[in-house]
C-alpha cells in the first residue's frame, strides 16, 4: 500500500497560512485553520482567544510557513478501469476485475497524493469503484473519497457496447433497451448502494460509430432519474451531441459530461434549472499524442473533429453563467491518474480564473454532487485539505506539482517513495 494514515486525537492547529476557502475569493493571508477529529472547528484569522479555549487539550500546532491550505479537490469524473492506455479494448476484455480492483487502488492512491481528495467514478469493471470505496470507507486500504457508479448504463449497440453480436465481456457499462430493462439496470446498481447513476445519452469518442447520435432516450434518462432520485442518487449523462444533451436535460440529469455540442437552448436550461457541467478537458491529451502513440483512428478522427466546437460551446455556456465543476475523464489515452490537476490549467486556458477553477474544484463540484459537508474550509465541515508550497491564484500549474501535504478526515496521509 501506498501510504496510510497517521491517526491522532489531538486538536489540530494550522497556524501561518494563507487560506483559500474554495467558497469565495476571499484570501485570508495570516490565517488560522483548527481541526478537532475530522472537522473544523475554525477558519480565519489568528486568533489567541480561541485557542484559549482549547488550552486544557493536547494541541498539535503545524506552521503552515504562509504557504496556501485550501480544500481538498474534487474529479467528478474518472475511470479507475483505464489506465491512460492508447488502447484499451484488449485488456478490458481479457483482465479479470480482481486484478483490475488491485491496479485501481494504486490509481486511487496517485489521485488523492495529488491533492484529490473526492473522486467520482462514472463506469468500471466489475464494478470495482464500489468495492475500493467499501475498503477505502472500513479503513482497508487508503484512497480519497470515492463516489461509485457501478456500471454505466447503456443501449444495445451504444457507447461502451462495442463487440460483435453474441459476445459479452465485463466492461464499464450495463446494457439496457427500453424502461423496464433501464429501469432494472438502475435498480441493480442502486442494491450496491452506489452513489451515483451514469447513463449514455449519445455515442461516444473511444467507442465506434457517430459520437454525436442520441442514444438512450429521454423516456428511459427519465425513468433512470426518477429511480436513482428515490434515494437521493445524483444523475450523470454522456452527452456528446446537441439532441443527446437535450435529452438528458429533460429527463432531469444533474450533470452533463463533455457537453460538447450544446447548443443555447441546452445553455439556458442549464442555467436556469442548476444543472452542472463536467467538459472533461483532460481527455483531450488524446489529440497531442496522436495515431503515431497507438490510438486508434476512428477515435483520434472524432476527438480532433469535436475539439474546436467543445471549446466554443465551453466558453459559451461559461459566458452564459452554466455552472462548470472538474472532471478529467482520467483513464482515457494518455490522460493519467495522478495528473487530475491539468484539467484546472486547461479551464485557465478558456477563459477561467484561478480562483474559478478552484471553486470549480471544491464547492461548487461539491454542491453538484450533493456533499453537503465537503468541498469548503469552514466551521462543521469534514477536514479534507491540502498545503500547496506556492500561489495557485498566480500559477494554476502549481497545482500539479506543489501539493505538499493532503490531510483527509482531518488526518495527515503519508505516502512511502
Not at 98 to 108: N, R, S
Not at 261 to 278: A, P, R
Not at 289 to 317: C, T
Not at 354 to 383: H, N, Q
Given at each position: 500500500m501506498l501510504g496510510e494514515f497517521q491517526r491522532m486525537n489531538t486538536v489540530k492547529v494550522f497556524k501561518n497560512a494563507t487560506i483559500i476557502n474554495g467558497i469565495n475569493s476571499d484570501v485570508v493571508k495570516e490565517g488560522m485553520v483548527v481541526v478537532d477529529n475530522d472537522r473544523i472547528?475554525?477558519?480565519?484569522?489568528?486568533?489567541?482567544?480561541?485557542?484559549?479555549?482549547?488550552?486544557?487539550?493536547?494541541?498539535?500546532?503545524?506552521?503552515?510557513?504562509?504557504?496556501i491550505i485550501m480544500p481538498g479537490m474534487i474529479d467528478a469524473h474518472v475511470h479507475l478501469t483505464l489506465e491512460g492506455e492508447a488502447q484499451y479494448l484488449e485488456k478490458l476484455i481479457v483482465e479479470d476485475a480482481k486484478f483490475t480492483i488491485l491496479k485501481g487502488l494504486k490509481k486511487a492512491e496517485k489521485m488523492l497524493r495529488a491533492g484529490f481528495t473526492t473522486v467520482r467514478c462514472v463506469g468500471e469493471k466489475g464494478q470495482i469503484d464500489v468495492h475500493l470505496r467499501n475498503a477505502i470507507n472500513a479503513g482497508i486500504v487508503n484512497g480519497p473519497n470515492i463516489l461509485a457508479s457501478g456500471k454505466a448504463i447503456t443501449t444495445t449497440g451504444g457507447h461502451g457496447d462495442m463487440l460483435p453480436d453474441g459476445i459479452r465481456f465485463d466492461g464499464i457499462?450495463?446494457?439496457?433497451?427500453?424502461?423496464?430493462?433501464?429501469?432494472?439496470?438502475?435498480?441493480?446498481?442502486?442494491?450496491?448502494?452506489?452513489?451515483?447513476?451514469?447513463?449514455?445519452?449519445?455515442?461516444?469518442?473511444?467507442?465506434?460509430?457517430?459520437?454525436?447520435?442520441?442514444?438512450?432516450?429521454?423516456?428511459?434518462?427519465?425513468?433512470?432519474?426518477?429511480?436513482?432520485?428515490?434515494?437521493?442518487i445524483v444523475t450523470a449523462a454522456h452527452a456528446i451531441g446537441r439532441e443527446g444533451i437535450n435529452n438528458a436535460l429533460q429527463a432531469g440529469v444533474r450533470t452533463i459530461e463533455h457537453g460538447t455540442y450544446i447548443d443555447q437552448d441546452g445553455i439556458h436550461f442549464m442555467k436556469n434549472h442548476d444543472v452542472f457541467l463536467v467538459p472533461t478537458l483532460a481527455a483531450f491529451k488524446t489529440i497531442k499524442y496522436g495515431e503515431a502513440a497507438g490510438v486508434p483512428k476512428h477515435h483520434l478522427e472524432?476527438?480532433?473533429?469535436?475539439?474546436?466546437?467543445?471549446?466554443?460551446?465551453?466558453?459559451?455556456?461559461?459566458?452564459?453563467?452554466?455552472?462548470?465543476?472538474?472532471?478529467?475523464?482520467?483513464?482515457?489515452?494518455?490522460?493519467?491518474?495522478?495528473?487530475?490537476?491539468?484539467?484546472?490549467?486547461?479551464?485557465?486556458?478558456?477563459?477561467?480564473?484561478?480562483?474559478?477553477?478552484?471553486?470549480?474544484?471544491?464547492?461548487?463540484?461539491?454542491?453538484?454532487?450533493?456533499?453537503?459537508d465537503r468541498g469548503v474550509l469552514k466551521e462543521g465541515y469534514i477536514a479534507d485539505l491540502i498545503i500547496v508550497d506556492g500561489n495557485p491564484l498566480h500559477d494554476i500549474m502549481l497545482l500539479q506539482k506543489k501539493v505538499e501535504k493532503v490531510y483527509k478526515n482531518g488526518q495527515e496521509v503519508t505516502f512511502v517513495e
Amino acid at each position: 500500500m501506498l501510504g496510510e494514515f497517521q491517526r491522532m486525537n489531538t486538536v489540530k492547529v494550522f497556524k501561518n497560512a494563507t487560506i483559500i476557502n474554495g467558497i469565495n475569493s476571499d484570501v485570508v493571508k495570516e490565517g488560522m485553520v483548527v481541526v478537532d477529529n475530522d472537522r473544523i472547528t475554525y477558519v480565519g484569522e489568528y486568533n489567541a482567544e480561541y485557542l484559549k479555549l482549547h488550552e486544557n487539550e493536547q494541541l498539535e500546532v503545524i506552521d503552515v510557513q504562509h504557504k496556501i491550505i485550501m480544500p481538498g479537490m474534487i474529479d467528478a469524473h474518472v475511470h479507475l478501469t483505464l489506465e491512460g492506455e492508447a488502447q484499451y479494448l484488449e485488456k478490458l476484455i481479457v483482465e479479470d476485475a480482481k486484478f483490475t480492483i488491485l491496479k485501481g487502488l494504486k490509481k486511487a492512491e496517485k489521485m488523492l497524493r495529488a491533492g484529490f481528495t473526492t473522486v467520482r467514478c462514472v463506469g468500471e469493471k466489475g464494478q470495482i469503484d464500489v468495492h475500493l470505496r467499501n475498503a477505502i470507507n472500513a479503513g482497508i486500504v487508503n484512497g480519497p473519497n470515492i463516489l461509485a457508479s457501478g456500471k454505466a448504463i447503456t443501449t444495445t449497440g451504444g457507447h461502451g457496447d462495442m463487440l460483435p453480436d453474441g459476445i459479452r465481456f465485463d466492461g464499464i457499462s450495463t446494457i439496457a433497451d427500453g424502461m423496464s430493462n433501464v429501469q432494472l439496470a438502475v435498480r441493480e446498481q442502486l442494491k450496491l448502494n452506489v452513489d451515483n447513476i451514469k447513463l449514455m445519452a449519445t455515442g461516444g469518442g473511444m467507442s465506434p460509430g457517430d459520437a454525436k447520435i442520441s442514444q438512450l432516450t429521454v423516456e428511459e434518462m427519465a425513468i433512470a432519474v426518477k429511480e436513482a432520485e428515490k434515494f437521493d442518487i445524483v444523475t450523470a449523462a454522456h452527452a456528446i451531441g446537441r439532441e443527446g444533451i437535450n435529452n438528458a436535460l429533460q429527463a432531469g440529469v444533474r450533470t452533463i459530461e463533455h457537453g460538447t455540442y450544446i447548443d443555447q437552448d441546452g445553455i439556458h436550461f442549464m442555467k436556469n434549472h442548476d444543472v452542472f457541467l463536467v467538459p472533461t478537458l483532460a481527455a483531450f491529451k488524446t489529440i497531442k499524442y496522436g495515431e503515431a502513440a497507438g490510438v486508434p483512428k476512428h477515435h483520434l478522427e472524432k476527438v480532433q473533429s469535436f475539439e474546436r466546437a467543445h471549446i466554443d460551446n465551453l466558453k459559451r455556456a461559461l459566458d452564459a453563467g452554466v455552472k462548470v465543476i472538474t472532471g478529467t475523464d482520467a483513464g482515457t489515452p494518455f490522460n493519467y491518474h495522478g495528473e487530475n490537476a491539468y484539467e484546472l490549467e486547461a479551464l485557465t486556458n478558456v477563459g477561467m480564473t484561478p480562483m474559478d477553477t478552484i471553486i470549480a474544484a471544491t464547492s461548487r463540484a461539491a454542491e453538484a454532487l450533493k456533499l453537503e459537508d465537503r468541498g469548503v474550509l469552514k466551521e462543521g465541515y469534514i477536514a479534507d485539505l491540502i498545503i500547496v508550497d506556492g500561489n495557485p491564484l498566480h500559477d494554476i500549474m502549481l497545482l500539479q506539482k506543489k501539493v505538499e501535504k493532503v490531510y483527509k478526515n482531518g488526518q495527515e496521509v503519508t505516502f512511502v517513495e
